[in-house]
């Protein structure tokens, strides 16, 4: 085994942040966080693909990113609701691209509904798409990640999962996460992305002998789709729970995303990394409430 010092290698940032080699795609793509997230590639020269279902959004979103660069962006329509729509997306990745270095395994949905009175829908819905999707995309796209890969630079799988799934706090209230009506609760919502985290763990121990790394972002409030709702309705009560005294914002989001699918974060594997500006781990508001 040949060991390294740093005399022996280039520790300068275009050398550890460089991207312009780098073919991602980017599930949930065309909007919020996954459109964070292909931006901050295609702006720092990476080949994106976005996939989700509503080519009119996908379109929108990859002739903006294009006319940015200087990378490029593509889109591909895909539903990821079952196996089938899983795979019909990777077959659809084969035929574009020969490689892949990056998968953000982004897309997602929430779903609010009294806890007594809660559709099974709800469930099923959730698990296919925050963990199920997760699970045969990644599959079925390990041919791609493959491709290229070594111990010094390891292909990237990335999933996005949400605080919800590490804090236990009432969802049935704005303050709770502000994802469904007061009175309502995203039940199942939180244990979806609690299972994406430790399906991220499992897939890193299985993954790593193969040269692909696999982590987990776990966001708090950022601005999308899915938060609308409680931004327009709670953001004071929201913002009031942030020790930074803010929500996320895309520079958050994207910076993260390109660190770990950078040279820089090689040998990060099975990690759930949390953003949320300290509002968790920092206790900030068990003691605001004091």
């Not at 997306?89 to 574009?96: A, G």
């Not at 829908?121 to 199920?132: F, T």
């Amino acid at each position: 085994m040949t060991e390294h010092n740093a005399a022996q290698d280039d520790l300068s940032v275009k050398t550890l942040f460089s991207f312009n080699d780098q073919v991602v795609l980017v599930t949930g793509g065309a909007t919020g966080l996954g459109e964070m997230a292909a931006q901050a590639f295609v702006q720092n020269g990476a080949h994106v693909l976005i996939a989700s279902r509503k080519e009119s959004e996908l379109k929108k979103t990859s002739e903006r990113l294009g006319k940015l660069g200087p990378g490029k962006c593509e889109y591909i329509v895909a539903d990821l609701k079952d196996k089938k729509g899983c795979l019909d997306l990777c077959e659809q990745v084969k035929s574009r691209v020969d490689r892949l270095t990056v998968l953000i395994n982004n897309t997602g949905a929430t779903w609010g509904a009294d806890y007594y009175d809660f559709p099974e829908s709800g469930w099923d819905k959730l698990m296919s798409l925050n963990v199920k999707s997760i699970f045969y995309t990644t599959v079925g796209l390990e041919p791609l990640l493959l491709k290229g890969a070594s111990p010094d630079t390891p292909s990237r799988v990335i999933n996005i999962a949400s605080m919800a799934g590490i804090t236990t706090v009432d969802v049935t209230t704005g303050e709770g996460g502000g994802l469904s009506t007061p009175g309502t609760g995203t039940f199942s919502y939180g244990p979806s992305k609690a299972a994406c985290i430790h399906l991220t763990k499992m897939q890193a121990s299985k993954l790593a002998p193969k040269n692909i790394t696999v982590n987990v972002i776990c966001p708090g409030v950022f601005p999308s789709r899915m938060t609308s709702y409680g931004l327009s309705t709670f953001k004071d009560a929201l913002v009031a729970g942030q020790p930074t005294g803010r929500i996320g914002k895309p520079s958050d989001f994207g910076g993260l995303v390109l660190f770990l699918g950078s040279k820089g974060s090689a040998h990060i594997t099975g990690n759930a990394i949390e953003i949320d500006g300290g509002a968790t781990l920092s206790g900030w508001a068990a003691r605001s409430k004091m």
